[in-house]
């Protein structure tokens, strides 16, 4: 029986929200699930407001245009992230500026910042990989004093922390992902959490396409109309009413993921000592909730025979991400500053081990399965 990279934890009350928003005919957008969720949101990351998008990518892209993201104005952020972190500035004429990760997290390097600040630079991306923090505490300070944004890529992240504060509600603007992917899922989604509340009513309005229809709603004024820039951001209803089932049981999903993490983490211990792979290093102050548990192979090479050797055991491995800037869009779009030595070394060595709810005594099944290739290939 072959051991998948991921499967959803979706169960019988899942099934049971989703066919009840079906039935009752209750599919307006922002109804009453899509309410719940945001209000569930906002309490969990003690924030202003919390708005669904129908992806992580949607409330990216929000956030560049409320960043007011100008064509040629810079964003800095890491290589070593997803497309859509990147994609949201360049949409908006924007130049994403890459500097190196930390070889610790894989996250930016906090210390290179500032070299790469320039007349043009209007945000910072921190992307928390793994749902392990960025050096926030420095970051936001270096926001503060040149007055940049701060908008956290915090796909990953529902229930970690930095020092006790959730990942998303620390910058102007976090954004979570409900991709079936992650650890809580609404087949797909996202949700633009909203920190600095003098952005939040225009955020409201580019959520509705533009229009002030939500002062409508609460009767502020007699029409709705265009008004500003925007898009279809918002939510389907039936998404929602999957996403307002899985919050019910979310603190249990990440209990599972993270004591799975540790289960790796403890089992693949002597291969660590022995030198034939390195482990996550999570620093002082973060918790993290269990969505990726990786292994840094000692060099490049080995990766391809490592997970091949795995597939041969009928366990399924993945890696990511491509450095951004080395890809086909990102030379023509993005620029570099300074060198990009971990990025490229580390993400070259890097493979994701299986790790979903249910998975149960399997990860030993890996555990063994890894720690026996790592011996056969010295
Ligand atoms: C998953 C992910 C995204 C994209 O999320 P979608 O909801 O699929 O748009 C963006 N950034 C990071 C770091 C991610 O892991």
Redesign the pocket.
Known sequence: MTIPYHISDINSRDHQYVNEVIEQNQLATLGHYTQQCQQWLTEHAKTHKVLLTH???AALEMSAILADIQPGDEVIMPSF??V??ASAVVMRGGIPVFVDVRPDTLNINEALIEAAITERTKAIMP?HYAAVSCAMEKIQDIAKRHQLMVIE?A??CLFADYQGQRLGSIGDLGCY???Y??NVTAG?G?ALLINNDALSARAQILLEKGTNRAAFVEGLVDKYTWVDLGSSYTMSEVNAALLWSQLQHSARITQERVSLWQRYYDGLQPCAVAGQLQLPIVPEGCAHNGHIFYVLLPSAQLRQPFMSALREQDIHTVFHYVPLHTSPAGQKFTRVQGDMTHTEELSQRLVRLPLWTGMGDKVDRVIDAVTKTCAQMG
């Open positions: 992806s992580c990518t992230t997803f859509s972190t992307v890529d796909a990953q992902s409900f991709h992917t992650k797909q996202g």
